[in-house]
C-alpha cells in the first residue's frame, strides 16, 4: 500500500556501519508501534562494507535510574564517598557490574526489529516510547552462550541511548573504589576493565562502557 510516514534517522551509534551509503535511509514507527526500516532506492547497489569495530561501546554518561519492580534501591553514597554505585547483572553465570550512572532503565521485554549490514552481536534496534534504540547483545560480544532469561539494559553513551541484552539483572550495590582491582594482564576482553571480590565470594568482572 500507501503511506506518508515520518522518516527519523538512524541512531548515530550506527554510523561506523556505512548503512546508510549501502541503502538504509532511516526507518520509520508504525501505527501500532512497530518500526520499518526505509529503504534508499538510489544507493541500494552500492556495494555492502559493514565495518567490525573491535572493543567495547563508547565512553558513556547518564545519571538516570528506573529498577525493575522489587528491586530496592540501596541509600545514595555521599559525594566524597570513596564508594561508587554499580548494576550487577549475569551473562552465562560471569557476574559483571556497570557503574549505575551509565543506566537509564531496565526493560525485561521488547520487539527487536531485525537491521541488515551490522554485525551479529547487534540484534537489531526498538522503540522505546519513540526513540529509536540500538541492541546490543552482550553474550555475543563477551563470547558466552544465551541462557533463557533475558533482560535489556538501557545506556545513555555520549546522549545516544543504547541497550545492552543480558542473561538477569541482579541487585544494586556500593562498591569501594579501592576493591576494584585492574584486570588481569591475560585478559583478551577489551569490556572487561576491572574485577572485585564480594563479601559473598563472588568475583565482579567491572564491564567498562
Known amino acids: ?22 541503502g ?3 526507518c520509520t514507527i508504525l501505527g501500532d508501534g512497530n518500526i520499518s526500516i526505509i529503504l534508499d532506492i538510489s544507493n541500494l547497489y552500492t556495494p555492502a562494507c559493514p565495518i567490525f569495530i573491535r572493543g567495547g561501546l563508547p565512553a558513556m554518561a547518564q545519571d538516570a535510574l ?15 564517598s570513596q564508594t561508587e554505585k554499580y548494576l550487577l547483572f549475569l551473562s552465562d553465570q560471569l557476574l559483571f557490574g556497570v557503574k549505575a550512572e551509565y543506566v537509564v532503565e531496565i526493560i525485561t521485554n521488547h520487539t527487536i526489529t531485525l537491521l541488515p549490514l ?17 541492541i546490543v547483545d552482550m553474550r555475543i560480544l563477551l563470547g558466552c552462550p544465551a541462557q533463557q532469561d533475558t533482560c535489556i539494559i538501557i545506556l545513555n553513551i555520549n546522549d545516544t541511548m ?4 543480558v542473561d538477569t539483572v541482579q541487585k544494586m550495590m556500593d562498591i569501594e573504589k579501592s ?3 585492574p584486570a588481569p594482564a591475560q585478559n ?20 567498562d562502557c
Open 1 to 22: 500500500g500507501e503511506q506518508q510516514v515520518v522518516v527519523k534517522p538512524l541512531p548515530s551509534y550506527f554510523s561506523r556501519f556505512n548503512i546508510k551509503q549501502s
Open 179 to 181: 576493591a576494584i582491582l
Open 118 to 134: 551490522v554485525p551479529s552481536y547487534i540484534l537489531g534496534i526498538i522503540n522505546l516510547r519513540g526513540q529509536i534504540i540500538p
Open 66 to 80: 528506573l529498577l525493575p519492580a522489587g528491586m530496592e534501591e540501596a541509600p545514595s553514597a555521599p559525594l566524597d
Open 188 to 207: 583478551t576482553q577489551d569490556m572487561v576493565s576491572g574485577m572485585c571480590s564480594l563479601e559473598d565470594g563472588q568475583t565482579m568482572l567491572v564491564f
Open 162 to 165: 543504547v541497550g545492552i541484552l
Open 24 to 26: 538504509i535511509a532511516g
